[in-house]
């Protein structure tokens, strides 16, 4: 009876503990267009194009949803993931590059049934994977590593999950499952590192954190972010985009966070931060000050619309941001 007990209490013990496992994070997956899909539910949205030479990845999410965001991949396609792209420095976009670097020695989240032919894929020393950012990315990255203790070296453990090809010019571009992949860098918009990635084949393009419908932008001024960058950054995927019919679907931008999008969706965007630009700019100029600007609440007509208790960027944040950036040094 004693033995019978505490078998008991231990299936009931074991039992809790798996309990209090956390359980990895459910991932929705959407064919947008074309090779392209978009997987949400990672962190920052990942955007990913599959074909016959391979997988591309933009963005990589956060570090503690890379196994499930591989599982995803995988039920897209076993081939070779070749390229990650990220489209700025914030880790909720590139979170996921040291896991995604150390494979196949974490290939959790495969289904058995495919995890010989996943591991093969990903251990072809001959397709390497190569994590493209921009060059301030990567110049950030460094920037906030722990410096090196007594005896420690700068090994390829410490840089692991770095871009490796890091590009300076203002586009970069490749042809990869037959499509044209470009890289365009968008100065000092979110960020001062930002890239946008268009696919023309498929048209569909992966816009980062630039845009986020249905939430106010985060213009990391820190970052070097800027309102001014910001607007001439959805500018120009405005220039990238074709609507179809009645101005509805044709090219398809995937948001950093949010739903997929049309060219309507940008231009929405767009002319709600021009606006509490303009906004801001005015009581600049009558000489007001940041209090006196947050009170005069001038993102009130567009707050019911991004605004939510779970918004990263509330509305005072998002104009002290525009207010830092007009009254920086050197910028209007």
Do not use: W
Request: hydrophobic fraction near 40%; aromatic fraction near 6%.
């Amino acid at each position: 009876m004693r033995r019978a007990l505490i078998t008991i209490l231990a299936i009931g013990a074991v039992s809790s503990l798996g309990a209090q496992q956390p359980q990895p994070p459910a991932l929705e997956t959407l064919r947008v267009q074309g090779n392209v899909y978009a997987i949400f539910g990672a962190g920052g949205n990942v955007t990913v194009q599959v074909g016959n030479d391979g997988v591309l990845v933009v963005d990589s999410g956060l570090a503690t949803t890379a196994s499930a965001l591989l599982a995803e991949i995988r039920k897209l396609s076993n081939g070779p993931i070749r390229f990650i792209v990220n489209t700025h420095v914030h880790p909720d976009h590139v979170g996921g590059n040291s896991a995604f670097s150390g494979l196949p020695a974490d290939p959790r989240g495969v289904a058995p049934e495919r995890a010989a032919a996943a591991a093969a894929a990903v251990a072809d020393p001959l397709q390497p994977l190569n994590i493209i950012a921009h060059e301030n990315v990567l110049n950030r990255m460094v920037k906030a590593l722990p410096p090196l203790q007594p005896g420690q070296t700068g090994g390829s453990e410490r840089l692991r999950g770095m871009p490796i090809d890091e590009y300076f010019a203002p586009t970069k571009d490749m042809r990869f499952n037959n499509e044209a992949v470009v890289l365009y860098h968008e100065p000092n918009a979110h960020t001062d590192g930002d890239t946008t990635v268009l696919f023309r084949g498929s048209d569909v393009v992966s816009a980062g954190d630039i845009f986020t419908p249905d939430a106010y932008p985060f213009i990391d001024v820190a970052g070097g972010g800027s309102v001014a960058g910001e607007i001439a950054a959805l500018n120009h995927i405005l220039l990238l985009a074709v609507p179809g019919h009645t101005e509805e679907g044709g090219t398809y931008i995937i948001p950093g966070h949010g739903r997929i999008c049309d060219e309507a969706d940008v231009v929405e965007f767009r002319d709600m931060i021009v606006i509490i630009r303009d906004r801001v700019q005015d009581m600049i100029n009558k000489k007001a000050t940041l209090d006196q600007i947050k009170s005069a609440r001038l993102t009130r007509d567009y707050d019911p619309g991004y605004v939510m208790p779970t918004s990263f960027v509330k509305a005072d944040q998002f104009v002290e941001a525009i207010y830092k950036s007009l009254t920086a040094a050197g910028t209007k």
